[in-house]
């Protein structure tokens, strides 16, 4: 009887060991998948960053406004050295001086 009780809980021992190595495969497959969907999606950004970057330089120049301020990494990588030059802030070119707001304005008052 001793020897059917220790045969059985090896047996179930041998069971558990076997069912959490298959958890812990598991686990790590979706640890592995994890991994490559954010290396995916941090590629992604970075090459949607980049395009948008571009995009507002063209943009910049295209309206004939002021440089468009570099990030670090763009200033490390100019091979110019030109990039530490200050950057004229764009919205000095609009004039506010008309505007009004809650109770000094009056829609009926538009000039």
């Not at 490559?36 to 960053?49: G, P, Q, R, S, W």
């Not at 120049?61 to 530490?84: H, I, S």
């Not at 001086?97 to 000039?111: I, R």
Request: proline share 3%.
């Amino acid at each position: 009887e001793a020897e059917e009780i220790i045969a059985s809980a090896k047996d179930e021992t041998a069971n558990k060991v076997k069912d959490t190595q298959a958890e812990i495969n598991t686990e790590e497959q979706k640890l592995e998948t994890a991994r490559k969907n954010t290396a995916e999606f941090i590629a992604h950004v970075a090459k949607l960053y980049q395009s948008q970057a571009r995009a507002l330089a063209e943009l910049a120049k295209g309206e004939k406004l002021a440089p468009v301020q570099q990030t670090e990494d763009a200033k490390n990588t100019n091979a110019t050295g030109k990039g530490d030059a200050p950057v004229e802030d764009a919205t000095r070119k609009f004039d506010f001086g008309e505007l009004q707001f809650g109770t000094e304005y009056d829609p009926k008052d538009v000039k």
